[in-house]
């Protein structure tokens, strides 16, 4: 499979060199529900270049009758392109089907297998993601039969350094699948281990850089900011920056980024009235997706992630937990967004 290197600001397959990443948890609670359509269209309104629609779940059986979609396959025929799903498994010959299928299916732009999944029930419970650090050999068969079925789709990996600080390897994870027909490797910057704990280290980011001769890498971890992102490219030498939570707090964290990386001006922020259209607009693509009642569960678990580090956000939350309807939910937040805080003497809901 033909590998691609980034040329500036144009990287391959991946459009501009800043990508939203997929989640499977953030610092307050459990968002991979979220990592769904809805969010694609806050990752496309803050600016993001290639958008992921979550991770396709080992047991998707691959039927073409299609009874019932996994929820996060919801939508994926609608969305625009380019349009990545991740997967994962630690059977090569079963994902290399579940592959195939969502490519034939579904017109898949990239697919990106997940060797970098560092939560228990997926590294003990499953023996995938980030336990597969720990076999090289195996991410490599995988890499090459899911390569081999999907030609010529782009496969792409995400890794972390390693097991654990006496078990960093990404060099030679990378360059494992570099040989196996891998089109990119995307690298979080933490062992498995130190799960999200502690500080990404991109100067051993760096070093899988250097490892490789043919195919680019995406840092992840701990960005910030799209100063930040901008200088990730600079120091360290990598060939684009992912982005994850950051971008559940701050979307428009992807546009600020493109501007800097073309010498643009940077856009203002968003006014607190475009932040409230934005977030009942994804309300409303909730209900249409899960129903009322989940709709609601999910909006409050977003809109808390939403508003992290904002002034009066303690009190917000606790308001927030305590709604009882879409409407308080609502002027709840239109009222913060409006006015930058939430007043200490605020009635519940």
Aim: aromatic share 8%; net charge positive.
């Amino acid at each position: 499979m033909p590998t691609t290197r980034f040329a500036k600001n144009k990287p391959g397959p991946f459009g501009i060199p800043v990508r939203v990443a997929t989640l499977v948890s953030g610092s307050h609670g459990r968002v991979h529900k979220l990592c769904v359509s809805p969010l694609i269209e806050i990752a496309r309104w803050g600016g993001a270049s290639l958008y992921g629609n979550g991770e396709c779940p080992r047991f998707f059986e691959p039927d073409r009758r299609y009874q019932r979609l996994p929820e996060r396959l919801w939508g994926v025929r609608e969305e625009a392109r380019p349009l990545a799903v991740q997967i994962w498994d630690n059977d090569p010959e079963k994902l290399a089907l579940v592959a195939e299928r969502l490519v034939e299916d579904f017109r898949i732009s990239l697919l990106d297998i997940n060797f970098g999944c560092p939560a228990e029930q997926i590294t003990k419970g499953a023996a995938c993601g980030a336990y597969l650090l720990r076999h090289p050999q195996v991410i490599a068969k995988i890499v090459e039969e899911v390569v081999r079925r999907v030609a010529p789709v782009p496969v792409t990996a995400k890794i972390r350094l390693g097991w654990s600080d006496q078990e960093v390897n990404a060099p030679e994870v990378a360059e494992a699948i570099e040989h196996a027909g891998g089109a990119g490797v995307f690298v979080h910057g933490r062992t498995a281990q130190q799960k999200y704990r502690g500080t990404a280290d991109w100067s051993r980011i760096s070093q899988v850089k250097r490892q490789v001769k043919r195919i680019p890498v995406i840092g992840n971890g701990d960005i910030r900011s799209a100063r930040q992102a901008l200088d990730a490219l600079r120091v360290f030498g990598v060939d684009g920056v992912m982005i994850g939570r950051a971008g559940l707090s701050r979307p428009w964290i992807f546009r600020e980024a493109a501007a800097l990386l073309n010498n643009s001006v940077v856009p203002p922020e968003p006014t607190g009235e475009e932040q409230y259209e934005l977030l009942a607009t994804l309300y409303h693509q909730l209900e249409v997706q899960f129903g009322n009642v989940k709709a609601g569960i999910l909006m409050r678990r977003f809109a808390s992630r939403f508003v992290v580090a904002r002034k009066g956000v303690k009190r917000l939350r606790e308001l927030i937990h305590k709604s009882s309807s879409r409407s308080d939910l609502l002027d709840l937040l239109r009222e913060f967004l409006l006015r930058g805080d939430m007043r200490s003497d605020r009635a519940d809901a």
